[in-house]
């Protein structure tokens, strides 16, 4: 468990230096032959709707003015965390991909990490596109050939094995079909291509949760959805095997991060783009109900030092795109020994 005292420790860009590079609007597609951006084959789909992708837009829109011109501790570490995982292979990645959440914490954290060549920074949001290509501009570090390109991940608008590498931090729990949008994520790699994505686990906010529940119990008689549902550490390595991904890894990181208050909590959330995305959510908020939540909140999970606590489970998955260079499991009946012969050999070792 990692503690973070302070978010808002943040320090400015540098000086700004142009750079040549390429920014692409897309219509996005998915691989059943559906459209996006609104179209009438994606209102179409059979599949569950839980959460509001024109919200999440808007979101994610405010949270790129938000966070403009400033660096979040939290943000940082999880993405430094999953881009450790590149130091840990031996291969160079020349093509990669990079899918939504935290876009300007991996552009500006990669330091070569990767042997990246070409990158590709899409998003949902034309704002924090804007925002990465701005921040991109003004950085010293050139080195790599980037592209900039509006997209959903449920659609994903990239050719099949076309990437070496695809990294999401913090993006994909937002998505409806998130074993769809990785199996397009497992097309779109090259074989022995990379798959890196870190998603908040259902253990993130546990505290905002039980204070929301006992809050709306209070003052309205019932529970309303405040918080979205997220998944389970469980479920993680049934949706790299459910995506056929080749060596599926998954582990997982609690950060407990402090606040002031529960406001300045929400005020994080508007800056990460992690509020409420519900499709089926209300609307209104009562304000009775909003102060019972900050008072719940400080009087059930305050610290001796003033702050409040906030929990974020990270769970981090590595899979790979299938290669025959790759450890195969053997054809069952293929064995020579048998465990019965191994018996009587150590059997009678203590």
Same mark, same amino acid.
């Given at each position: 468990?990692?503690? @973070?005292?302070?978010?808002?420790?943040?320090?400015?860009?540098?000086?700004?230096?142009? *750079?040549?590079?390429?920014?692409?609007?897309?219509?996005?597609?998915?691989?059943?032959?559906?459209?996006?951006?609104?179209?009438?084959?994606?209102?179409?789909?059979?599949?569950?709707?839980?959460?509001?992708?024109d919200?999440?837009?808007?979101?994610?829109?405010?949270?790129?003015?938000?966070?403009?011109?400033?660096?979040?501790?939290?943000?940082?570490?999880?993405?430094?965390?999953?881009?450790?995982?590149?130091?840990d292979?031996?291969k160079?990645?020349?093509?990669?991909?990079?899918?939504?959440?935290?876009?300007?914490?991996?552009?500006?954290?990669?330091?070569?990490?990767?042997?990246?060549?070409?990158? @590709?920074?899409?998003?949902?949001?034309?704002?924090? =596109?804007?925002?990465?290509?701005?921040?991109?501009? !003004?950085?010293? !570090?050139?080195? =790599?050939?980037?592209?900039?390109l509006?997209?959903?991940?449920?659609? &994903?608008? #990239?050719?099949?094995?076309?990437?070496?590498?695809i @990294?999401?931090?913090?993006?994909?729990?937002?998505?409806?079909? &998130?074993?769809?949008?990785? #199996?397009?994520?497992?097309?779109?790699?090259?074989?022995?291509?990379?798959?890196?994505?870190?998603?908040?686990?259902? *253990?993130? &906010?546990?505290? &905002?949760? @039980?204070?929301?529940?006992?809050?709306?119990?209070?003052?309205?008689?019932? =529970?309303?959805?405040?918080?979205?549902?997220?998944?389970q550490?469980? !479920?993680?390595?049934? $949706?790299?095997?459910?995506?056929?991904?080749?060596?599926?890894?998954? !582990?997982?990181?609690?950060?407990?991060?402090?606040?002031?208050?529960? $406001?300045?909590?929400?005020?994080?959330?508007?800056?990460?783009?992690?509020?409420?995305?519900?499709?089926?959510?209300?609307?209104?908020?009562?304000?009775?109900?909003?102060?019972?939540?900050?008072?719940?909140?400080?009087?059930?999970?305050?610290?001796?030092?003033?702050?409040?606590?906030?929990?974020?489970?990270? =769970?981090?998955?590595?899979?790979?795109?299938?290669?025959?260079?790759?450890?195969?499991?053997?054809?069952?009946?293929?064995?020579?020994?048998?465990?019965?012969? #191994?018996?009587?050999?150590?059997?009678?070792?203590s």
């Amino acid at each position: 468990m990692r503690r @973070i005292n302070s978010l808002y420790g943040r320090i400015g860009l540098l000086k700004r230096k142009p *750079e040549k590079t390429t920014f692409l609007a897309s219509l996005s597609f998915s691989t059943d032959g559906g459209y996006g951006g609104g179209g009438e084959s994606q209102q179409n789909s059979s599949r569950v709707k839980i959460f509001d992708r024109d919200l999440k837009r808007v979101h994610r829109d405010r949270a790129a003015w938000l966070s403009r011109n400033k660096n979040d501790t939290f943000v940082d570490a999880v993405a430094e965390n999953l881009l450790d995982r590149l130091e840990d292979c031996k291969k160079n990645f020349p093509s990669a991909l990079c899918l939504g959440g935290s876009l300007g914490a991996v552009q500006r954290l990669l330091r070569g990490r990767g042997g990246i060549e070409k990158l @590709i920074m899409m998003d949902t949001s034309h704002d924090m =596109i804007k925002s990465c290509r701005d921040a991109q501009e !003004d950085s010293v !570090d050139n080195s =790599i050939e980037t592209s900039y390109l509006v997209g959903d991940e449920e659609f &994903l608008p #990239i050719k099949e094995n076309s990437v070496d590498l695809i @990294i999401s931090s913090l993006g994909l729990h937002w998505t409806n079909d &998130l074993p769809g949008s990785m #199996i397009q994520c497992k097309l779109a790699l090259k074989p022995d291509g990379l798959f890196l994505a870190a998603i908040l686990g259902g *253990e993130t &906010l546990k505290e &905002l949760r @039980i204070a929301c529940t006992l809050a709306h119990m209070e003052r309205e008689g019932g =529970i309303s959805p405040r918080l979205s549902p997220l998944a389970q550490v469980r !479920d993680a390595g049934n $949706l790299l095997t459910r995506a056929g991904f080749s060596l599926p890894g998954v !582990d997982v990181d609690e950060y407990v991060v402090k606040y002031k208050s529960a $406001l300045d909590l929400i005020e994080h959330l508007r800056a990460m783009g992690e509020t409420n995305g519900l499709l089926q959510r209300n609307k209104i908020l009562n304000r009775e109900t909003a102060l019972a939540t900050a008072a719940i909140y400080d009087s059930m999970f305050a610290t001796e030092d003033g702050t409040i606590p906030a929990t974020f489970q990270v =769970i981090y998955m590595t899979g790979w795109r299938e290669h025959s260079s790759h450890p195969q499991a053997k054809r069952r009946g293929s064995a020579t020994v048998s465990f019965t012969d #191994i018996q009587k050999q150590f059997g009678g070792q203590s």
